[in-house]
């Protein structure tokens, strides 16, 4: 309204949103609401906040939508409303490079060789909830930071970790990563939507139609004409676009 | 005239230990009572029941024509009549305690002046005055900015004297003022109390020194087991004693100083 | 507020509630007598004991409890050595050993202060009186000197179990499943936020009043001045 | 390394942010404490006369505030009022200002009442202390209440506050970092942002270490001058 | 034989003032000896450096044939010399303190018996059992559970008698152990002490009571300004008093007494 677009996002997810040290922020999710608000022709104003305070705080009307990478499920739409997916990042298994693990070929195979191993995940993801479904004797550990879970793969308190392919690419990227390597066995959505969602979307309050009707069309525009595909493949090296289906 | 202090049928209990039982008597202006009796037989507790430190089970208290009196209502419960007359009596009457209770915070000075400050108002100059007046009476003038943990027993004992006497009230307490003392400062706190007497104060103290109380004082009462076993002038308590109790104890004293 | 949530988040968090309770009892059955320790410490005679005891209470209570646990567990495990050393990594190596050491570590310093302060005030002539009786520094400690201390200490103390059951949540940001643990794991799978936060709040308070009511009891049990001055 | 660190820290302005977040933690920090412990007092008080009904008001609210985390206490406080709040404000033309000064107010709120609540229990526990004696010699002196409590009792009982005190101002200090849950960036919230992003956490985070540590080493002055303050009088052991 | 104790060229100094400027005696066993002067003249610094409650500035003390002394170094720093006796010390000597200093969070048994167990090592029967027979001695068994704030200041005084009694040291030091006892239970206090000097204790007393000084007594020493004035047996002393100060002091005694 009054030509401003509020946005909540966490501001310190890399890659995905940043927040600088004057509290500009950027990253994929930066240019999807930028997009967005291109197409609605309205200003964007970001608003950063820690991840577990964005959900009340956009029910209390401090901001209109959240873009956090907010992964689609059914559970979390019984509390809030999404866009239409826009998104989706592979998963995979990252394990030790002389692992015998490496070099699995399908999710069965994971599934049985890592039953009772310890595994990383990383907190505000769904991929807890796979892991616990799939791997249900694996000790699974819950991380609030992607560089949190790196290290302890690092330090051998992992066997294997979980995660969205863009995490991998940098991690396997630097110095840190040398010693690991990814199974190559591409985890989606359509593997399991009950765990992994519907890929990612715009969050907004319930029963807003009005704006999720705009958003919908905005973000459609945009997968449209190619301005996903560009951030995905700004941000991520990759295209992780999900195609519009109206 | 009517008297300084009426205690009326005073009477006080720990839980179920009673340790003053009815105990009654008048001070008239200008008059020096020494409250005697054994250890334990409830002196103390009479003292700080008359202003109030300690509520009494019942009886009544009268200062200078102002009551309050305590009465156990049908619930048992004990209930204070005029209570606000606690800070009237309290004004009236200064107390030294067995323990001195000196503020460990404040030096001698400063634990004489307060009062004289905060309650009586006065300026700060004229109250150091007041209060090196005082110190010096009992000798303690050249120790007045140590502080109380530096000073021996008896030094201490002398500026909680000095305390009341810069507050000049027209009632003094004095709970064994010369416990801690040596003969030669008892004598001087004497001379203090008699002079204080001579100016109109009206003392009661308690002591366990039977010639200073012989001395000293108008009447002595003798306390026995919470109950008042002789009121009399000390010649009266000396040649004459009311009880086998008083005898006793005044025989002790006789034969210690023998 | 839905319902169901309850119902589901519940179980998973009486599980963690264990987690939590067990540093808890850690961190006030091994922190009480370390932050003692370190108390005598700084109120001791040799001045390199005082200094390394002050020290340390200025580290740890200067510094968030959050920075604390992360160093213990990711700063120290990038050092080789403790990595080798079977002990140490015993010590650090797994997560739960590592809140609980840092719960010890962060209490110690702020059990020390406060008892610290209730040791220096208590009255000398105490002491001395039982110096006189010939008693060893230890049985002076034990019979007098901590008796009263405790007494003095209590109400402070029992604040710091209070807090030492709520900082048991940062052992969450080392994977550890306390009650926090789980509660962020819900939070994220339902973004029932508010729902899941309450309820969790619900959990620490009622271990908390149960903590800080016996701490009342014991206060009362030990108070030995039947008057109060009004 | 060393030119890595240079980078984040000046030309990527990391280090005046993180200043910017001390300050704010600074600010909500000391306005916490000291509206907490201004407000301990006369609940402390209460607490201690064992005043009917009120002394047990004291005592609920003390252990509710300790029992649940800081956290609820301020979502609690903030989530919950801020609707009518706001329309409040709008009501008299505010909404903007309202929008903006809201979270500071309720952090602020929410820092002091959680301070409180524990200082509550430090001064209850050391009016306790304070020898009965000494209070008796003011009374019969008839100081009046008021004058007994603020030259006899109150200087006794800061005394044995005194650690008490300073072990809630650096737990508050601290506990500054809540009020990032309402939007605003203290330091402890600047320092995980920047750690997030640049992937330096120890880095950051030991950054943030040494500035809060700063912050309780110029306290710790302060209070350890205030000890010798109090201790003036009493022998040394 | 050789002497109990043993003080020689004590000096106590507090920053400035000077307290004890040099004192020297010796204590046989089963001797019983009064510290008597004036408030303020250093008789509880004496005490208490005898059992190194206070650190003396210099000087030596000798207990049953152990000494320790105090010697300041080129540096002016006070040094202990065989500071490791201090525990020996202290385990021969008891002490009854001027303020009495009861433990608050024990009952009156406690008070007793905490030495008993943890010093002496008895069991707890026994050392109840000793206690008793302690308290009743100052006529304070009845009163075993109380708590010291329950307690009147001579109750309390006489637990911290009975504190000592009870451990039976070979050296005893009383700080005005009378000062809150009623002239009956002086009389008490008296009997005891010359029982345990019947039983080969040794026991040095300060006090302000001349009589009881006097009663109790083989000898006396005078303190005055920190040095000893005079010692002697106390006929002597009253008869024939060394300096001005002893005849000014013991002359107050007398007009008080007259
Ligand atoms: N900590 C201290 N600092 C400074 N002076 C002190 C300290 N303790 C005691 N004094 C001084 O030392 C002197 C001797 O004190 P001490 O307690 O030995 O006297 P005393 O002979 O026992 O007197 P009393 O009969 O009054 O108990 C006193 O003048 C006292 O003021
Ligand atoms: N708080 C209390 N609880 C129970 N009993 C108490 C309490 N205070 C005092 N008493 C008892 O009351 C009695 C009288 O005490 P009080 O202090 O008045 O004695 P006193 O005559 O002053 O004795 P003293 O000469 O020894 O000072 C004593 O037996 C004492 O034990
Ligand atoms: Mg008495
Ligand atoms: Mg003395």
Not at chain 2, 17 to 43: C, D
Not at chain 2, 167 to 172: D, E, G, T
Not at chain 2, 210 to 215: G, I, N, Q, S, V
Not at chain 3, 106 to 126: C, D, H, K, M, V
């Amino acid at each position: 309204d009054d030509g401003v677009l509020r946005v909540g996002t966490e501001g310190d997810a890399p890659q995905f949103s940043m927040a600088d040290a004057n509290g500009n922020v950027t990253g994929f999710d930066a240019d999807i609401a930028n997009g967005i608000c291109a197409e609605l022709k309205v200003k964007c104003k970001f608003v950063v906040q820690t991840f577990s305070s964005l959900v009340p705080s956009m029910d209390k009307d401090r901001f209109d939508i959240i873009i956090s990478g907010l992964g689609i499920t059914d559970e979390r739409m019984k509390k809030i409303d999404y866009s239409i997916p826009y998104a989706t990042t592979p998963q995979y298994f990252v394990v030790p490079k002389d692992s015998p693990l490496v070099g699995l070929k399908s999710l069965a195979e994971i599934e049985k060789a890592l039953a009772g191993k310890t595994i990383g995940v990383v907190n505000g993801t769904t991929y807890a909830k796979f892991i616990k479904k799939h791997i249900p004797t694996a000790d699974l550990k819950t991380y609030d930071a992607t560089t949190q879970q790196n290290s302890d793969l690092g330090t051998g308190r992992l066997d294997a970790a979980f995660g969205d392919s863009p995490t991998w690419v940098d991690f396997l990227g630097s110095p840190d990563g040398a010693n690991f390597a990814r199974i190559d066995v591409k985890v989606t959505g359509a593997d399991d939507h009950e765990a992994l969602g519907y890929g990612m979307g715009v969050g907004l309050r319930k029963s807003n139609t009005e704006l999720k009707a705009k958003l919908d069309a905005a973000l459609c525009e945009m997968i449209n004409n190619g301005k996903v595909k560009a951030a995905s493949e700004n941000w991520f090296k990759d295209d992780y676009t999900i195609p519009c289906k109206k | 005239m009517s008297p300084v202090l009426k205690v009326h049928e005073l009477r006080k209990a720990f839980g179920a230990t009673s340790v003053l039982s009815g105990v009654s008597f008048q001070m008239r202006q200008g008059e020096v009572i020494s409250l005697v009796g054994s250890s334990g037989s409830g002196k103390s507790t009479a003292l700080r029941c008359i202003n109030f430190l300690e509520t009494p089970s019942s009886g009544e208290i009268e200062v200078m024509g102002d009551a309050i009196s305590v009465v156990q209502n049908e619930r048992h419960e004990t209930e204070i009549v005029n209570a606000a007359n606690i800070r009237v009596f309290r004004r009236r009457i200064g107390m030294v305690f067995q323990s001195f209770n000196l503020w460990p915070h404040r030096t001698v000075l400063g634990n004489v002046t307060e009062a004289l400050i905060y309650v009586l108002r006065k300026d700060k100059r004229e109250a150091e005055e007041t209060a090196l007046s005082a110190l010096s009476k009992v000798g303690m003038a050249d120790f007045s900015h140590r502080y109380p943990s530096q000073l021996s027993g008896g030094q201490q004992q002398r500026v909680a004297i000095a305390r009341i006497l810069a507050m000049r009230p027209k009632l003094m307490l004095f709970d064994e003022p010369t416990s801690a003392l040596d003969p030669e400062l008892v004598g001087e706190v004497l001379k203090v109390i008699r002079t204080l007497a001579g100016e109109g104060a009206t003392i009661l103290l308690v002591t366990h020194e039977m010639r200073f109380a012989r001395e000293v004082s108008n009447r002595m009462i003798f306390l026995h087991k919470g109950i008042v076993e002789q009121d009399a002038v000390p010649e009266e308590l000396f040649c004459n004693p009311a009880s086998e109790a008083v005898n006793r104890f005044l025989s002790s004293v006789i034969s210690t100083a023998a | 507020m839905d319902l169901s949530i309850i119902t589901y988040a519940v179980p998973f968090l009486l599980v963690g509630a264990k987690t939590t309770l067990l540093i808890a009892l850690f961190g006030v059955g091994l922190g009480l007598p370390f932050g003692i320790l370190v108390a005598t410490a700084r109120t001791s005679q040799v001045a390199t004991i005082r200094r390394c005891a002050d020290f340390y209470c200025a580290v740890f209570r200067g510094t968030p409890m959050l920075v604390q646990i992360f160093v213990i567990y990711y700063g120290l495990a990038q050092i080789g050595f403790i990595r080798h050393n079977a002990i140490l990594w015993w010590l650090i190596g797994d997560s739960l050993h590592a809140a609980v050491l840092a719960v010890i570590l962060n209490t110690g310093a702020y059990t020390a202060e406060i008892f610290r302060t209730a040791l220096l005030s208590l009255p000398r002539g105490l002491i001395e009186a039982a110096e006189a009786c010939g008693m060893s520094p230890w049985v002076i400690f034990q019979r007098i000197k901590f008796p009263l201390a405790l007494r003095q200490a209590l109400p402070s103390y029992s604040t710091e179990v209070a807090v030492i059951v709520k900082e048991s949540s940062l052992a969450s940001t080392i994977t550890v499943l306390e009650i926090t643990g789980y509660a962020k794991r819900l939070m994220s799978e339902t973004f029932a936020i508010m729902e899941i936060f309450v309820i969790t709040a619900v959990f620490y308070l009622v271990i908390n009043v149960a903590c800080l009511t016996a701490l009342n009891v014991i206060e009362r049990r030990l108070s030995f001045e039947p008057r109060y001055a009004r | 390394m060393l030119n890595d660190i240079w980078v984040l820290m000046v030309e990527k302005g990391w280090t005046l942010a993180l200043l910017r977040g001390a300050g704010v933690t600074i600010l909500i920090g000391v306005l916490g404490v000291v509206i907490g412990l201004a407000s301990a007092i006369p609940l402390a008080i209460l607490r201690w006369r064992r005043l009917p009904v009120l002394s047990q008001l004291v005592d609920a609210y003390s252990i509710v505030i300790r029992g649940v985390p800081g956290l609820l206490v301020i979502y609690l406080l903030f989530f919950g009022s801020v609707d009518w709040v706001q329309k409040i404000a709008s009501a008299f033309g505010y909404a903007d200002s309202a929008e903006n000064a809201y979270p500071f107010i309720v952090g602020i709120i929410a820092i002091a009442a959680i301070s409180c609540a524990y200082s509550v229990e430090v001064i209850r526990g050391a009016l306790q202390a304070v020898p009965v004696g000494l209070l008796e010699a003011a009374r019969s002196l008839s100081l009046s209440p008021r004058l007994t409590f603020f030259r006899v009792t109150l200087p006794l009982a800061l005394r044995l506050a005194l650690g008490g005190i300073n072990n809630v101002w650096q737990m508050t200090i601290k506990d500054t970092s809540l009020v990032s849950v309402v939007g605003m960036q203290e330091l402890m919230r600047t320092a995980a942002v920047a750690a997030g992003i640049t992937r330096s956490p120890l880095l950051f985070y030991c950054l943030a270490a040494a500035m809060f540590f700063a912050m309780t080493a110029v306290s710790q002055i302060l209070f350890n001058r205030a000890e010798k303050y109090f201790n003036r009088g009493f022998s040394r052991r």
